[in-house]
């Protein structure tokens, strides 16, 4: 089993090469605008979580996720070709409602200031 570390960079070499895939190989409109949030990969190198958001917000997120899942096939192969693991771990699409709520605590935060 790798260590954590090692868990770590296979990750963060996974997510820099995902973008790339996505900005320069994949022309689905559905994939526009998005960006990575974080990877994380399991212990076994079986699955990678990949979190993705986009700049609009939930209302996309069905029409991120079925793009991606459409397309996980070639990302999961051109992946395989780019980062030397022994075997490619599957990927699972996440959307990640961290921007969201970052958002959402601003704005109360932000009431609470004009409220003094």
Same mark, same amino acid.
């Given at each position: 089993?790798?260590?954590g570390t090692r868990l770590q960079r296979i990750a963060d070499r996974i997510r820099? =090469?995902?973008?790339?895939?996505?900005? @320069?190989?994949?022309?689905?409109?559905?994939?526009?605008?998005?960006?990575?949030t974080d990877v994380k990969v399991d212990k076994e190198l079986a699955y990678?979580?990949?979190?993705v958001s986009a700049?609009?917000?939930?209302?996309r997120s069905k029409d991120v996720l079925a793009g991606l =899942?459409?397309?996980s096939g070639?990302? @999961?192969r051109t992946l395989a070709a780019r980062v030397d693991l022994r075997a490619f771990p599957r990927?699972?699409?996440h959307w990640d409602m961290t921007p969201e709520n970052a958002?959402?605590?601003e704005k109360i935060l932000a009431e609470l200031r004009e409220k003094k």
């Open positions: 089993m790798p260590s820099q =090469e995902l973008s790339e895939i996505l900005i @320069r190989e994949i022309s689905d409109p559905r994939l526009k605008q998005i960006y990575l990678a979580d990949v979190y700049v609009e917000g939930v209302s =899942e459409s397309a070639f990302v @999961r990927l699972r699409f958002d959402h605590i």
